[in-house]
């Protein structure tokens, strides 16, 4: 493993958002010694925990335990460490107390690069509140006037991952991430997820097709990858 003092921040939504859509990328850069840090909004408690509920006796608060202790499970199998801040879901409502929450954790991660949900999404209105949270966090910390006593933060990158319905959300691969070598790692954090089994194989199958793509866009053999699309124009001295 490369040792390294660099860090990632992953804004998810939800509990589970983040393994399927970005658990490659958060292997595979805590693999190559990077402090990756996850941040989930809410805990997906009412819209995305229907198998919970459909339990005899269930609660509110217990569907919250465990799908907290799922998301924290999967955070340490990819590598990662897991901050949940219960800003509750569907709906979630953002407060002046979320965002400054989150522009703290950008000043002391002080992140290379953020990932996050796409910025449209008509099936899922927590998806894109999500990504304008991380956004606005992001922009608040850059500003000097708040909190002047502390370092402002630099302009790391944001990739949005992908959608679940990624034609409808106006999003495009922009970046294909190979991720083979830490697939069966991102496989068994989908296994920790029990509340939404049946997305398992969903997102095989996006990993695959993604894959495919990777292969065909480059010199490489990718059998799975993850698709991004870039917030802001990549900055570099050459192109090649």
């Given amino acids: 493993m490369q040792v390294t003092n660099k860090t990632a921040l992953v804004v998810s939504a939800h509990s589970a958002d983040f393994v399927w859509r970005a658990g490659g990328a958060i292997a595979l850069y805590a693999k190559r010694g990077w402090r990756v840090c996850v941040t989930c909004l809410s805990f997906g408690e009412r ?6 509920w459909r339990q005899p006796g269930m ?14 499970r999967a955070a340490e199998l990819l590598g990662a460490e897991a901050v949940f801040f219960d800003a509750g879901d569907y709906p979630m409502r953002a407060t002046d107390e979320l965002l ?8 002391t991660l002080r992140p290379s690069f953020v990932l996050t949900h796409s910025l449209q999404d008509p099936y899922n209105f927590d ?6 949270l991380a956004q606005e966090a992001r922009i608040v910390a850059q500003a000097h006037g708040h909190n002047p006593e502390q370092a402002v933060l630099g302009a790391p990158p944001v990739f ?18 190979g991720i083979d070598e830490v697939w069966e790692q ?11 089994e049946h997305l398992w194989e969903y997102y095989t199958r996006v990993a695959l097709q993604r894959g495919v793509q990777a292969s065909r866009n480059s010199d490489q053999k990718i059998t799975y ?6 917030v802001f124009p990549q900055v570099t001295d050459g192109l090649s």
Wanted: aromatic share 8%; with cysteine.
């Fill in 160 to 177: 949005l991952f992908e959608p679940h319905q990624p034609e409808q959300c106006n999003w495009k691969p922009q970046v294909l991430l």
């Fill in 47 to 52: 819209g995305e925990s229907a198998k919970l």
């Fill in 100 to 107: 400054y929450q989150l522009v703290d954790l950008y000043r």
């Fill in 59 to 72: 609660t509110l608060e217990h569907v919250k335990q465990n799908r907290r202790g799922e998301a924290a």
């Fill in 186 to 196: 991102k496989r068994r954090a989908f296994e920790l997820m029990a509340a939404q």
């Fill in 225 to 230: 990858a993850e698709g991004y699309q870039r």
């Fill in 127 to 132: 998806h894109p509140l999500a990504a304008h």
